[in-house]
Structure formats: C-alpha cells, structure tokens
C-alpha cells in the first residue's frame, strides 16, 4: 500500500510512480486520488468511500500508458494515452461513474500534425506520456519522436498546435 503525505498537510509531490502503476492526486483536491495501471484508471474520492472508485475508466484497445486530468472552473476530465498511440478523453459526468460499472473511454482526440504517422494501428510508434499543465493550460504528450506541446480548449477537449520538436 501506498501512502502520500508531506509536512504541513500539503502535497509537494503530485504523483508516485511504480512499475505496475502510479498514484496520482486529481488538481485542485485533497481526496481524490486516481489509481493509474495498464488496464485501467480508478478514480477514488477518499471522503466518501475508500473502497469503490468514484470513476473506473478502460480503454476498448491498446494499453494505458500514462493519464492525466483537466480541471475547469465547471469542466473535469481525464486524458489518457494509449499504447497504440491514441489520445482518448472523457469528461467526468454522471453518466461515466462506476456506480453504472467500468466506463470505456472511446473519445479519440484528433492530432492532426505532419510528424504522427499512423502505421499498422499505431500513431508514430506508440504513445509514451501525457501530461497537463493548469498554470499553462499547456498540454504535453510524447511519442518515441517528437515532443508535442498543445494549447487545450476547456469547453470541448479540441487542440490547437504551440510547438513540435524532435530534440529536447
């Protein structure tokens, strides 16, 4: 069992990292916490119940490789990079909460850019990491080659191009 603490009640580090997972807090709270494996993202709200997940999100194909949330002022979701490549999103609604059973993420979003070759299922050799920035309402995502830096658009998850690189 893992347990995330920090001096003065306040979290320092945002995430724990293990070969099989990681933990991470959802911004902006200090209950929820998302169970992140392979084959699945459980959202738990440790106020209301420590047992059964508040969310309990599956990809229908590929492996989860690394997920991440983005909160609004009236808007929260979950971005999750698959192994194929696909960025899947899903905003976190009632009709998505594991009261109604795990919830498949089928919603892709589109990244339409010149370096992500789509080859044999996979999107530019398969997805690596994502993550969201709130202070730069940035969001980050690799693959093996190259390093996407996009602006998100809160009301429906579309994606506006800042910078490519392919060398950091």
């Given at each position: 069992?893992c347990?995330?603490a920090?001096?003065h009640?306040?979290?320092?580090?945002?995430?724990?990292?293990?070969?099989?997972?990681?933990?991470?807090?959802?911004?902006?709270?200090?209950?929820?916490l998302?169970?992140?494996?392979?084959?699945?993202?459980?959202?738990?709200?440790?106020?209301?119940?420590?047992?059964?997940?508040?969310?309990?999100?599956?990809?229908?194909?590929?492996?989860?490789?690394?997920?991440?949330?983005?909160?609004?002022?009236?808007?929260?979701?979950?971005?999750?990079?698959?192994?194929?490549?696909?960025l899947?999103a899903?905003?976190?609604?009632?009709?998505s909460?594991?009261v109604?059973?795990?919830?498949?993420?089928?919603?892709?979003?589109?990244v339409?850019?010149?370096?992500?070759?789509?080859?044999?299922?996979?999107?530019?050799?398969?997805g690596?990491?994502?993550?969201?920035?709130?202070?730069?309402?940035?969001?980050?995502f690799?693959f093996?080659?190259?390093?996407?830096?996009?602006k998100?658009?809160?009301?429906?998850?579309?994606?506006?191009?800042?910078?490519?690189?392919?060398?950091?």
């Amino acid at each position: 069992m893992c347990v995330l603490a920090s001096p003065h009640g306040k979290r320092q580090h945002l995430a724990v990292s293990h070969e099989k997972g990681k933990a991470l807090w959802l911004p902006g709270s200090q209950t929820e916490l998302a169970i992140v494996t392979a084959d699945f993202v459980k959202v738990y709200d440790l106020a209301a119940d420590a047992l059964s997940p508040q969310y309990y999100f599956l990809l229908p194909s590929g492996r989860l490789r690394d997920c991440c949330f983005v909160f609004s002022d009236d808007q929260r979701a979950m971005l999750a990079m698959s192994s194929s490549g696909h960025l899947y999103a899903q905003f976190m609604q009632d009709y998505s909460r594991a009261v109604h059973g795990p919830f498949y993420v089928t919603n892709v979003i589109e990244v339409n850019h010149q370096d992500l070759k789509d080859s044999g299922g996979q999107v530019a050799g398969g997805g690596v990491s994502v993550y969201y920035s709130h202070a730069l309402q940035l969001l980050f995502f690799s693959f093996p080659l190259p390093l996407l830096l996009l602006k998100v658009n809160h009301q429906d998850l579309s994606l506006s191009l800042c910078r490519s690189t392919t060398r950091i």
